[in-house]
């Protein structure tokens, strides 16, 4: 899938940068020009630092990247990029989607600069040694850039291993509970908000229908039933409300530890996991120190990172 906006603001500057987020359920790009300009902005498809680690991987991640340089080069040839990777935390990978992106692009590999998702993320919502943030999509981590502009973080193990109260995790969660469900009263989806949506949305209730959507899906459809799960709420399914503010409180833990480890700080929270339901900011709310500022925002990386390349700066 490609779709673009083109910027109002057609402004002509010398220099035109190129901000990437990339997550597992797609790559968010804008242009941008030194002034601020937006001259455009759209997505891809998602791709994570993941795909590098084996042949079949890398071929899907050279194909999105000529995905993003045709959407990108029909509204002007930047002269650096900053990206965001979900994934991306070794200099060595680093270095290999660079060169991806610069075979893509036309651009040397030394006009752009990748890194984690989470570093422009940070970088969008406050100066390092700030405040902390907390990002919740797909995935779930906390970050902290300290005065060194060393990024610290907490939580963002993967699906796996950890990601909390992200989509990911209120998918699984939920279809775990619906078939725990299904093993204690047979037929009983039928009278449940929540698995009529879960199971609308993967194609059938039929156990196959699910084993084949789980574990053959990638993790950003799976993520995608989140929506779902936040739709039963909607209907006032209680196990869909109780779902949702254990998420909130999943996602206060890797807040906590940094907490532990840096000191009280305003929190700034983002995401769309936290866009789902009301129930998931309340949770949150309720599992962090009485008094801790929290605001919930709207961050948009790709277009703070697009205006910094643009500027020839590397965040």
Request: aromatic letters at 6%; proline letters at 4%; hydrophobic letters at 45%.
């Amino acid at each position: 899938m490609n779709t673009s906006m083109p910027a109002t603001n057609q402004s002509s500057a010398h220099a035109l940068g190129l901000g990437l987020d990339a997550g597992g359920t797609q790559t968010r790009w804008a242009l941008a020009d030194a002034d601020g300009s937006l001259r455009a902005e759209g997505h891809v498809s998602g791709f994570s630092g993941l795909l590098l680690n084996d042949p079949a991987g890398r071929i899907a991640l050279a194909q999105i990247s000529h995905q993003l340089a045709a959407a990108v080069l029909s509204h002007g040839r930047p002269s650096r990029a900053i990206a965001g990777v979900t994934g991306l935390s070794e200099r060595p990978q680093a270095r290999q989607m660079e060169d991806l992106l610069s075979q893509a692009l036309g651009l040397p590999p030394s006009a752009i600069r990748c890194g984690g998702d989470m570093d422009i993320a940070y970088r969008a919502a406050f100066k390092p040694g700030e405040g902390y943030l907390l990002y919740a999509g797909t995935g779930s981590i906390a970050a902290f850039v300290d005065e060194q502009g060393q990024l610290q973080r907490a939580g963002g193990r993967g699906g796996l291993l950890g990601d909390e109260g992200s989509g990911y995790w209120i998918a699984r969660e939920a279809l775990a509970a619906v078939w725990r469900g299904e093993d204690e009263n047979p037929g009983g989806w039928q009278d449940s908000a929540l698995a009529r949506a879960l199971f609308d949305a993967i194609g059938g209730h039929e156990w196959s229908t699910s084993r084949a959507f789980v574990y053959g899906a990638d993790r950003g459809a799976i993520g995608r039933l989140a929506l779902a799960v936040a739709e039963a709420a909607r209907q006032g399914d209680a196990q869909a409300l109780a779902l949702l503010e254990r998420a909130g409180r999943e996602l206060a833990r890797p807040l906590l530890a940094l907490l532990k480890r840096y000191g009280r700080r305003p929190v700034a929270a983002a995401g769309r996991a936290l866009q789902l339901h009301p129930m998931i900011a309340q949770g949150l709310r309720q599992a962090l120190p009485e008094g801790l500022e929290l605001r919930i925002v709207h961050l948009e990386p790709h277009k703070s990172a697009a205006i910094h390349a643009a500027q020839g700066s590397s965040q």
